[in-house]
């Protein structure tokens, strides 16, 4: 994250001013249209009680032409104890709010070897198979498989689908809505994974995925789940970016309502994935029960959640003591920052807010001009300092903070340790 030039450094950095400001939250307002009402994606029940809100959430930069806020607003469903967002976004949501979502969030780097290997270890990646991957983005998994593999790939980012078909000729790559894409041949193996927690109708999915299949196509689903969500990050596992928020039960529910019977489950170590292999279900299968004891992990849950906030606001303590802010994250993050703790609470404290994701450049985040890291360089650390907001990039953040000259006594991290899920 350094420049390996150092005129062109000096240049850049000397051409950027330091961009001190207050925070200012009225820059930003609710659509809404961006947002819709549902029954349970799971039961498709229409009872349920909230047991989670933020009710002025911003996604990324401030706009005065885009709605960027929502209440975010997690309910449980009181026939199958499903959890998951209502309102949910809308499909213009969903292209306003996650515009800029950039280098936000990705998948951990050594996840898709791992994905080929447990394939190819159950038969699923024999030559003369074809295995379609639903929520390819630009087919890069599907290139790492086997070329004896036919491969296909499914999304709805159009130029995602562009770019992967230039870059790997040998994929069949298709743009198409996942509830209702046609696919050149059934396949023999469907893989979805971490897609189904973003979509707003997952048993729709499902069951189209079904009449995609043949009687001996197997399905791979991998999702987070609740069990296994207790996390000391403060942005928790009602991930704003998940439309549903999987238990094991509730997963199972929604794979038997599409139209599909689990053969095998486990949990993936390391990091939040629950994984299950499935085979189509006959007609008149009986579906599993709804697990009362999901209301219990949800509290469960909720306890440790706060706990971590608590630890956070506690890390925060020496700020009270700052004249300046430098915040380092534009992301969803700094969001919850806002939302839940005291870090903005002065309203004399002036700020400066720095991000690595170019898209960020430029724009503003609650009223605070976003610049490139290197512009701490410059900064007089008498009187400020700076905090990290981040989870999984915290540690090549503290060492890119190192690097531009940020003394360590002046640097605060949010979490003693990180788990990536």
């Given at each position: 994250m350094t420049d390996r030039n150092p005129q062109h450094m000096n240049d850049f950095v000397n051409a950027t001013p330091l961009s001190w400001a207050h925070p200012d939250a009225s820059q930003a307002f609710h659509d809404p249209s961006h947002v819709e009402f549902r029954p349970c994606p799971v039961c498709s029940g229409t009872r349920s009680r909230a047991v989670w809100s933020i009710e002025d959430f911003q996604f990324f930069s401030d706009a005065a032409d885009v709605g960027k806020r929502v209440p975010v607003r997690v309910v449980r469903?009181?026939?199958?104890?499903?959890?998951?967002?209502?309102?949910?976004?809308?499909?213009?949501?969903?292209?306003?709010?996650?515009?800029?979502?950039?280098?936000?969030?990705?998948?951990?780097?050594?996840?898709?070897?791992?994905?080929?290997?447990?394939?190819?270890?159950?038969?699923?990646?024999?030559?003369?198979?074809?295995?379609?991957?639903?929520?390819?983005?630009?087919?890069?998994?599907?290139?790492?498989?086997?070329?004896?593999?036919?491969?296909?790939?499914?999304?709805?980012?159009?130029?995602?689908?562009?770019?992967?078909?230039?870059?790997?000729?040998?994929?069949?790559?298709?743009?198409?809505?996942?509830?209702?894409?046609?696919?050149?041949?059934?396949?023999?193996?469907?893989?979805?994974?971490?897609?189904?927690?973003?979509?707003?109708?997952?048993?729709?999915?499902?069951?189209?995925?079904?009449?995609?299949?043949?009687?001996?196509?197997?399905?791979?689903?991998?999702v987070p789940v609740l069990e296994r969500g207790m996390t000391n990050d403060i942005n928790g596992f009602f991930s704003v970016q998940h439309m549903t928020h999987f238990s094991r039960a509730s997963l199972a529910l929604a794979l038997a309502q599409g139209g599909w019977q689990p053969l095998e489950t486990v949990d993936m170590p390391g990091y939040n994935g629950c994984r299950v292999l499935s085979a189509p279900s006959d007609e008149g299968s009986q579906w599993p029960n709804a697990d009362p004891g999901d209301v219990g992990r949800l509290h469960d849950y909720l306890a440790a959640w706060h706990t971590a906030v608590a630890a956070v606001e506690r890390r925060l303590e020496p700020v009270r003591d700052w004249s300046r802010l430098v915040l380092w994250g534009a992301g969803l993050h700094s969001e919850f920052l806002w939302q839940l703790t005291t870090l903005f609470d002065d309203p004399s404290r002036e700020c400066l807010l720095v991000d690595g994701d170019p898209l960020k450049h430029g724009r503003r985040w609650r009223g605070l001009p976003v610049l490139p890291p290197q512009v701490l360089q410059t900064v007089d650390w008498t009187g400020a300092g700076l905090v990290i907001s981040s989870y999984g990039n915290q540690p090549a953040m503290l060492d890119a903070a190192a690097a531009l000259g940020v003394p360590a006594a002046r640097i605060i991290t949010l979490y003693e340790s990180v788990r990536r899920y």
């Amino acid at each position: 994250m350094t420049d390996r030039n150092p005129q062109h450094m000096n240049d850049f950095v000397n051409a950027t001013p330091l961009s001190w400001a207050h925070p200012d939250a009225s820059q930003a307002f609710h659509d809404p249209s961006h947002v819709e009402f549902r029954p349970c994606p799971v039961c498709s029940g229409t009872r349920s009680r909230a047991v989670w809100s933020i009710e002025d959430f911003q996604f990324f930069s401030d706009a005065a032409d885009v709605g960027k806020r929502v209440p975010v607003r997690v309910v449980r469903c009181q026939q199958c104890h499903a959890l998951y967002l209502d309102p949910c976004w809308s499909a213009a949501g969903f292209a306003a709010l996650f515009a800029e979502a950039g280098c936000s969030y990705g998948s951990s780097s050594g996840r898709p070897a791992e994905q080929r290997d447990w394939l190819a270890a159950r038969g699923l990646l024999d030559a003369g198979r074809s295995l379609l991957d639903a929520g390819c983005y630009d087919g890069r998994f599907l290139s790492a498989l086997p070329a004896g593999v036919a491969r296909l790939g499914v999304d709805i980012d159009a130029p995602a689908i562009a770019r992967g078909q230039t870059r790997d000729p040998a994929l069949t790559l298709i743009h198409g809505d996942f509830e209702r894409f046609d696919c050149p041949r059934a396949p023999d193996a469907i893989t979805m994974f971490h897609v189904l927690e973003h979509l707003p109708r997952p048993v729709a999915v499902l069951r189209h995925l079904r009449r995609l299949a043949h009687a001996s196509t197997r399905l791979v689903i991998e999702v987070p789940v609740l069990e296994r969500g207790m996390t000391n990050d403060i942005n928790g596992f009602f991930s704003v970016q998940h439309m549903t928020h999987f238990s094991r039960a509730s997963l199972a529910l929604a794979l038997a309502q599409g139209g599909w019977q689990p053969l095998e489950t486990v949990d993936m170590p390391g990091y939040n994935g629950c994984r299950v292999l499935s085979a189509p279900s006959d007609e008149g299968s009986q579906w599993p029960n709804a697990d009362p004891g999901d209301v219990g992990r949800l509290h469960d849950y909720l306890a440790a959640w706060h706990t971590a906030v608590a630890a956070v606001e506690r890390r925060l303590e020496p700020v009270r003591d700052w004249s300046r802010l430098v915040l380092w994250g534009a992301g969803l993050h700094s969001e919850f920052l806002w939302q839940l703790t005291t870090l903005f609470d002065d309203p004399s404290r002036e700020c400066l807010l720095v991000d690595g994701d170019p898209l960020k450049h430029g724009r503003r985040w609650r009223g605070l001009p976003v610049l490139p890291p290197q512009v701490l360089q410059t900064v007089d650390w008498t009187g400020a300092g700076l905090v990290i907001s981040s989870y999984g990039n915290q540690p090549a953040m503290l060492d890119a903070a190192a690097a531009l000259g940020v003394p360590a006594a002046r640097i605060i991290t949010l979490y003693e340790s990180v788990r990536r899920y």
